[in-house]
């Protein structure tokens, strides 16, 4: 039973255990890191444990680690388009085995870490393609794609490891960059859709309808995934929503955020209404706000920060690659979230390890308890 | 007193009373890092101790670190264009009071190291808007702009501090970069003017005139402060001066070398003109003449390889940024720079660790001292 | 005598004496890394010194360290241009004398690695400019461009030390990128050809010719040396194979690869045939396939999945940089090489610490016999 409180047990699994006795305990099985998972699954067949490896690398693309929030995200995705879907399952499948054989960390494998950034490079290989749903040759460049993002992760990570920082989505963004550039806009067998600068379109024409950016802002947390449609994108702030409230608050805010930098700067009206403009800046304010740093109204400031950070900087580098053709992706907030945490000063008094990430309501737990001091753990080992 | 030999005194202003001994003092009060202000500031109101940090960050552009410096500078500013000395103040101290609410390390701010990116970014969104003077909705960025330095300056130092390397104006260089990226060429807030490629202008078609070549090795000097008139620049030279008569000959030396450099590869007239083929060269050569190594010879040599190289660096990157549309800032002397602290072999025997650089006279003395050896410290503490 | 088993000689020595006990010894003195000609150079004059490491500096652009080899394959370069040629052995000597000069470690100079940056640079320096040969004023930026190769070595070698990188062609990428941008399309005084990215060009409209594609695999060692001619390419090869038959099948392999890739990617026809699709694949697979790793079947689908990479991020970085005038150069494999170097997991079990780097074969002997134990060890003393 993962409930008795031996000593030896870490503070992350006591947090929850004192939570549950306050009655959530059905709910919080489902809720937060499911860790308890991983011990039943142990002894289970090989494609039970892949299957839940790939789900929690489908959840960590929104930062959150959880695989019932994978699988509620892969509805959604299945739900907004079949076909993504396919490559969804595809590309976390492919980058997820390419680490069990080239023998990376298994500590890493069973986490999902393997697995996100290859989902993401199958879903933009996916939107990019101009050659049409069910295009069975591009399952080629999405299973090549996903593997070779395990290639990327460890050897970031060797490098970012010395200032403890997470590779997070820079192999998917190095990837589906040189697979653009790789197939270029003429390409006879995968040819895809080009990306243009903001100012190489013509102006807004038309007055902003307030409705409509409400809705970008929903759409622009279902837009991690690269999908455009209202009722999948609150699917999968529902699956955020069952990791941690604190996590959705701070996507929805986010991508608020990015939609006002996005006002500021007069961006066109489509990238607000589709949720473009807002992605970058809920990416930015969700790893700042409760996941990386223990939550706070000084990190929430932050927080905000960083989503402006994230989406001026979105805003910038899409008009500096769609020069070239290429778009952004989510460079800007991954650059800006590996910012945040190489800052110094009284953010970094918030910093937590990257190896001991939990659910934002586990790390504040966690924190406030260490910070209650012995004298509650005392009384907890009396009774 | 700052005179008094007390034994837990830093060699630095034993060196400093050593040189005012001789007769120097009244001016030496002036001159160097003014280290005696700082303990007169301490218990003044904050307002006056802002003054002092902002001024140490208007000079350290030029790597100077003097307030009087600043001071004269700044009124330089003024005389080329109040509107840009009123963006000047409101960049450095927008930067200098975002890091002492972020909670930055103080010697940092109060040396000044949170200022001079600030005033940099305020002074080329101003130098770049081609909405004229006075269009006061420019001070938004401005101050965000600003702002947004002390968060690369403290990430990017964690980064660099590795390798014992100065931050220097990667954080301007990167702002500014992304600010006009950001607002493109046809922004209806923040209209600017686009930077073009030398060879997409027609080739010179005049014939060189060599006074107006000279006039241009001065302006170089005025060009770091992006300050493009003949008595500003001088006076901006008089502050350098002020600070230490080596670092002024570097600044002019680079300067020239830079305007050399763009000679050799037939860049445009006028650029040559408006000092702007020599302000690379001349931050360059300042870095390395004396600042960041001990003054000798060898490291003068090296002081013009490294100009060389800043002001034809700064050709090529020119020509790369202009096809965007951007400028090239000062990305080739601050990359050079950080090329030549890097550097192995006999130049790195020179090299001062980056937190005890001091005015060139200053490390120069020290270091003589410090080889003169300990005969004489022994002689001096016998009186 | 070399030959002598001492017990204070390193296993490189050893495993290679083991090896002349079966009778190669007329052979091995000119195959391998040739280690005992240093010790009978140590008290030649300075000129035939600097010869040798100048021979050492052209053969280790592809990743061999053998004098003999480098004469052949200078002899090459002389056969199928003699302008480049000279320009080769111009630029090896300006960057190794530059790094005598400026103190360079001298074990690094005597392995050649300070010159084979500069033989590339001068070399490509010569084959984009559209002067034609013998534009005795070229020799300026050759000299120069090469000079400089030292600088960003030693700063780089600096940097990617922490992680026991090789700086590899860094260098050379850089500079020459640099003087392409430096001196731009139109330069009066160095013009050269501008590159165009594929697309720009028209599509391939003839049929494929499979002898063409079979004689580019083999030019595509050649294109290393940036040589489009079948003999001199051959003898490049051979160069290779008397330093290491593994080294010269892996670079053939990976050329193959690299011709697939093009294949794959529908390049235009022109780059299969002249090679220019197969020196990247060529290079990122013999980095892997021996070198820098023990050689085993693993190892070698690592080259084989190396050569893949290189060679598909050659396509889009060909892509990328063509839009602003640039070639690709070996940037490609250089990233690739750096990717696989810094790799966790089964691959880095089989890492060879940067500076014990040696023939493949010779690599794989000290292994396997460090495996077969002491056992073997002790029967050997006893003889």
Redo the contacts between chains.
Sequence with gaps: MWMDTKTEEEAASRSRARLSRRGLNSLLLCAGDMEHLDKCMQDKLFVLQLAVWGLRGVSRVIYVNNPLSGALILAALYWASPWQGLLAVLGVLASTLTAVI????SAEVSGGLHGFNGILVSLLMGVFSSAGDWYWWLLLPVCLGSA?CV??F??????MG??DLPVAVFPFNIII???L?????????FPHHPAV???ALE?NGTKLIAVEVMRGVVLGVGQIFACGALGPSLLILGAVLLYSPLLAVHAVLGSAVGTLAGL???VRHDSLYSGLSGFNGALGCMAVGGLFFTFSWRTHLFAI?SAF?SA??D???S??LG??GLPACSWAATLTT???L??????AAYRIPTGQVMAPELNLCSRSQWEAGNAEERESTDV
């Design positions: 080239i023998g990376q960390d070779t290639f990327l460890s050897g970031l990570s060797s490098v010395r200032w960059v040189l697979y550039l790789c197939t270029g806009p003429g390409n006879p067998y600068p903001a100012w102006p500021s700067m007069a920060a950070l001026y900087a805003i910038a580098l008009n500096l020069t070239v590996t910012l945040m190489l800052l110094t000063g009284s953010l």
